[in-house]
């Protein structure tokens, strides 16, 4: 690997042509800047230093790596729904190396997998990694959008505490009513426990389909520019869904603890 490497991943963008096209002029001044100080009369250094852009875009279950960026922006126009966006920098040298020597450039763009967008810049010359990493980074943080307040590392912990609370709450509910019927010693707890099991079975599905509810409406990166008014949607059904669980929590809540005083008179 190239002796000196940068990256970061990036998170809670949207994505246009026009943003697309400007971090392809970005890369292309940087080719231009590396390319111009190469002789071509010396063949294999020209070769071997010789910055080539690429582009891969994969998108209603079908990919092409291109390189006419032209093409790239025609099928992200035609597509129906776009799935990755890659653009590659490289050296003749990282090429033929599989980047374990040379200058290369890679920025992923991937609306399913979040951890699958990432800036990485890697060379042996250090300040060529920390001038391009920059400023690409730069040029990227343009077009952040306000997902941020959905998608950070504090949601998955709410609502594991929210389902948490509200799957006990309704298994208390639950044993409440359902003891008085059972014939057994201690049928409290043991109609809270069952219903608390099957619950806890449950959950792990219903976050699989939160996740994916949270993807969609509030995705890592999205190729198409958000207009105010849909994030206004957004925000009115993440609203709705919020005050809904609320609700339903203070009704259980408040059942249970009228349920738990008429046992404590009783």
């Excluded at 891969?56 to 966006?85: P, Q, S, T």
């Amino acid at each position: 690997m190239s002796q000196f490497l940068r990256d970061e991943y990036l998170k809670n963008l949207n994505l246009d042509d026009k943003a697309l096209t400007k971090i392809k002029e970005d890369l292309d001044a940087i080719a231009d800047r590396a390319n111009k100080n190469l002789s071509p009369t010396n063949e294999e250094e020209f070769k071997k230093k010789y910055l080539i852009a690429s582009y891969i875009i994969r998108f209603d279950n079908k990919g092409f790596r291109l390189y006419d960026f032209n093409k790239v922006l025609k099928y992200f126009e035609d597509a129906h729904r776009i799935e990755r966006v890659i653009f590659v920098l490289e050296t003749g040298q990282a090429l033929l190396s599989n980047r374990l020597t040379g200058d290369s450039i890679e920025i992923r763009f991937d609306a399913k997998d979040a951890n699958n967008c990432i800036l990485l810049v890697q060379s042996d010359d250090d300040n060529w990694v920390d001038s391009n990493f920059l400023k690409l980074k730069e040029r990227i943080s343009r077009y952040k959008n306000r997902n941020f307040i959905i998608r950070n590392r504090w949601t998955p912990i709410i609502i594991q505490l929210s389902g948490v609370t509200f799957g006990f709450l309704v298994s208390l509910w639950l044993a409440i009513k359902i003891s008085p019927k059972l014939q057994i010693d201690n049928s409290l707890a043991f109609a809270f426990v069952i219903a608390f099991l099957i619950f806890s079975n449950l959950w792990t599905f219903i976050l699989v389909a939160i996740g994916r509810c949270l993807d969609f409406y509030w995705p890592n990166v999205s190729f198409r520019r958000i207009e105010g008014i849909h994030w206004l949607i957004k925000a009115l059904i993440s609203t709705a869904l919020i005050s809904t669980f609320l609700y339903l929590l203070n009704r259980i809540f408040f059942q249970i603890v009228n349920m738990l005083k008429s046992l404590w008179k009783g």
